[in-house]
């Protein structure tokens, strides 16, 4: 056992896709957090919550069920569609943590993990949302409490209402800076600092004329991390290059943007209509390891 590496494992979200009018899909998924070779000088536990919302997850649903609290629903999927949901992750152990990697594992509607060996039913849910992957993207966003006078301050703890009014805003700014930009490169990093000033605009323009029960808080984006859905699918993704680090007690912001193309990638060989009739079904997960010595 290595005493200078700690890690664990946060399952946070649930991706959860329906192309079929009238044929919605709600998928209800618990998160779950682990962590790996504890040693006596302390412990790397990050959990996430939503205060207001009793059952953490689905980052993702098509619909809610009757009475659920802070339930956003995205509605049925079609291409080009784009959502935005927030995670909010908290250091309550005794060590600071960093970001290592992020996965994103196929499930079945019961949120049980699907191979390439799986069978049946399973393997039917593998290779649908293979294909969507494969067509589809995933922008992460770290955000950040801002205070005009103070700058960035500790981020205190949100209910899920607030957590997706806020998202909310940044995905409607997304998706109005991407109208305007539509052959923007958001691998090249001047592109995305273009970006995350629109959408900071956007939100300072949003949050100061809202009526919401935010108090007047303020948030900026200060990060942006744009990949195809398909390179974080069931291999661990490198995300040390987007260096998030959480001290003890410290939390962050995490939203997650995932973008189905307009159609399918050049050359790729899919059927545009293929998804039609079809859910697929995602876990998020993310590794975190002691930031000391790493």
């Not at 339930?71 to 291409?79: I, Q, R």
């Not at 912001?253 to 307009?262: D, F, K, N, P, R």
């Not at 399918?264 to 079809?278: E, L, R």
């Amino acid at each position: 056992m290595k005493k200078n590496k700690l890690a664990m494992l946060a399952l946070s979200g649930v991706l959860a896709t329906s192309l079929v009018v009238g044929g919605a899909t709600y998928a209800l998924f618990s998160s779950s957090v682990s962590n790996e070779n504890n040693v006596q000088a302390g412990t790397v536990i990050i959990t996430s919550h939503r205060d207001d919302v009793p059952n953490v997850g689905p980052m993702f649903y098509t619909q809610s069920v009757a009475g659920q609290v802070g339930a956003m629903p995205t509605g049925e999927w079609a291409p080009g569609d784009k959502h935005t949901r927030g995670l909010f992750l908290e250091n309550t152990g005794t060590l600071g943590a960093k970001l290592r990697t992020l996965t994103v594992l196929p499930t079945n509607s019961a949120s049980q993990p699907v191979s390439a060996a799986s069978t049946g039913a399973d393997l039917q849910a593998y290779n649908d949302a293979i294909l969507f992957a494969n067509q589809s993207r995933v922008k992460i966003w770290e955000v950040k409490e801002y205070d005009p006078t103070r700058g960035f301050v500790p981020f205190t703890r949100m209910d899920g209402t607030d957590m997706d009014l806020v998202m909310d805003i940044i995905n409607e700014g997304y998706k109005i800076w991407r109208l305007a930009n539509p052959s923007a490169d958001l691998e090249s990093q001047e592109e995305v600092a273009r970006l995350l000033n629109a959408v900071n605009a956007y939100l300072l323009e949003r949050l100061n004329d809202r009526n919401s029960s935010v108090d007047n808080r303020l948030f900026n984006v200060v990060k942006m991390y744009d990949q195809p859905l398909i390179n974080f699918v069931n291999t661990p993704y490198n995300a040390s290059p987007f260096a998030i680090q959480l001290q003890p007690q410290e939390a962050t912001l995490l939203a997650y943007t995932v973008e189905m193309g307009l159609r399918p990638p050049a050359g790729s060989g899919i059927d545009p209509n293929s998804f039609q009739g079809k859910s697929v079904y995602f876990t998020f997960g993310s590794k975190w390891e002691q930031s000391a010595h790493n």
